[in-house]
């Protein structure tokens, strides 16, 4: 009976190993591809709509000839990897090219991706956003443990003051939630996500990708430098 009973317990312990391998395979999964069974290609053609460009934080000059709409979440791993690329991008690329960052704070497994993108709205309220995000990526690690207005120092916004009360209003808030919407209408479902064109990249985006859409947003043809 004695081994019986051990050999019942090894059997269950062995099913919540599975069980919780097989719930962060799902995480991992919805976080960097997306669902599977849905998104079976990192990259597909969607209608874009008229309003996409309507609202977001712009990285770049809003009047650029190619603008790549970034789906995003602070404390997402991956989207610190593809902050990094979109920025390698803008470089060598210039004022021909820009980012329009757009929130989807995944909330279930990012516990102050939501803050983050309410503390990023405001710190784009006083012209500083582009360095906030930069300071945000750089120090994942530090989000919820560090204060906000101790990140906004750290990328010069002007005044702390005006930040911190920004924090306790109502807009930046509505403006996440208007993010999340417009997600909503071209499919995003994970982070990161870029729409460039008229493609849909889910994950990282490649670099063959961006170039590939930049070249047909430029009419002209790019090719990759060498390393």
């Given amino acids: 009976m004695k081994a019986a009973k051990t050999n019942l317990a090894n059997v269950l312990t062995g099913i919540l190993v599975v069980c919780a391998v097989a719930v962060t395979i799902a995480v991992v999964q919805r976080e960097f591809f997306g669902s599977v069974d849905d998104d079976a290609e990192a990259i597909r053609e969607i209608e874009v709509p008229e309003d996409l460009f309507d609202e977001g934080l712009w990285l770049g000059p809003k009047d650029a000839a190619v603008v790549a709409v970034e ?53 784009g309220a006083q012209d500083s956003f582009e360095r906030f995000h930069d300071v945000l990526f750089a120090d994942q690690e530090s989000i919820g443990r560090t204060a906000w207005s101790e990140f906004a120092e750290r990328a010069g916004v002007p005044s702390i003051t005006q930040f ?34 008229d493609k849909l990249i889910i994950g990282i985006p490649l670099r063959e990708a961006l170039e590939a859409e930049t070249a047909l947003g430029l009419g002209k043809s790019t090719s990759l430098p060498a390393g």
Avoid: K
Avoid at 72 to 95: H, I, K, M, N
Avoid at 167 to 183: H, I, N, T
């Fill in 164 to 197: 911190s009360d920004c924090l306790e209003e109502d807009w930046p808030m509505q403006r996440v939630m208007s993010d999340l919407r417009a997600s909503d209408g071209v499919g995003v479902r994970s982070t990161p996500t870029v729409i460039v064109g």
């Fill in 71 to 123: 789906f995003s979440d602070f404390q997402c791993p991956y989207c610190g990897v593809a902050a990094q690329t979109l920025r390698e991008w803008r470089l060598r690329y210039g004022d021909e090219v820009a980012v329009l960052y757009r929130h989807y704070p995944m909330s279930s497994i990012h516990p102050h991706a939501m803050e983050a993108a309410v503390a990023a709205e405001c710190a």
